[in-house]
Nanobody
Framework: QVQLVESGGGLVQPGGSLRLSCVVSGTIFSDYAMGWYRQAPGKTRELVARISSGGSIIYAVSVKGRFTISRDNDKNTVYLQMNNLKPEDTAVYYC????????WGPGTQVTVSS
């Protein structure tokens, strides 16, 4: 059974940084494309960043230059380093794993506020 567990969310002031982690179990992590999505109150879930099994990366325009996605296949973990956070980054952040099916973590709250 594939399981994803996010961690690293919290409350941070504008301009601050957070690093999210997502540990995957129950499958061969290196075979999966991994992504981070977010959903703010009243809005649809949107892609933040994605990294393929081969290491290709894409970012949402709104986070490019501020966020960095990376993966460690030895630790079955994908990371999202978030710098220069803005209030509009406030959302629940979800980890996603894709191969033949989609798998999601429960999410972690990120709140950017002074």
């Amino acid at each position: 059974q594939v399981q994803l567990v996010e961690s690293g969310g919290g409350l941070v002031q504008p301009g601050g940084s957070l690093r999210l982690s997502c540990v995957v179990s129950g499958t061969i992590f290196s075979d999966y494309a991994m992504g981070w999505y977010r959903q703010a109150p009243g809005k649809t879930r949107e892609l933040v960043a994605r990294i393929s099994s081969g290491g290709s990366i894409i970012y949402a325009v709104s986070v490019k230059g501020r966020f960095t996605i990376s993966r460690d296949n030895d630790k079955n973990t994908v990371y999202l380093q978030m710098n220069n956070l803005k209030p509009e980054d406030t959302a629940v952040y979800y980890c996603n794993a894709v191969r033949r099916a989609n798998f999601w973590g429960p999410g972690t709250q990120v709140t950017v506020s002074s």
